[in-house]
């Protein structure tokens, strides 16, 4: 599954989710999954940079 598909897999699932911080919840299931499959990523102040041959992406949250 491609990273970009995942993330939106996750929002759509944050999405269905009450009382539970979203943005924090984001974050943590974006790390589990980068370290599971042992994709590099760098963090920077809630911003996950994922390098990849096609380019940086940002993986930061945005509601939606």
């Known amino acids: ?27 943590r299931l974006i790390r589990e ?8 990523y760098e963090e920077n102040s809630k911003k996950i940079l994922v390098l990849s041959n096609r380019g940086v992406y940002n993986l930061d949250y945005k509601e939606r």
Do not use: A, F, Q
Not at 6 to 17: A, D, V
Not at 33 to 40: G, M, P
């Open 1 to 27: 599954m491609d990273i970009l598909e995942y993330e939106e897999y996750i929002l759509k699932n944050l999405s269905l989710i009450n009382g539970v911080d979203k943005e924090k919840m984001y974050y």
């Open 33 to 40: 999954y980068l370290d599971r499959l042992k994709i590099e």
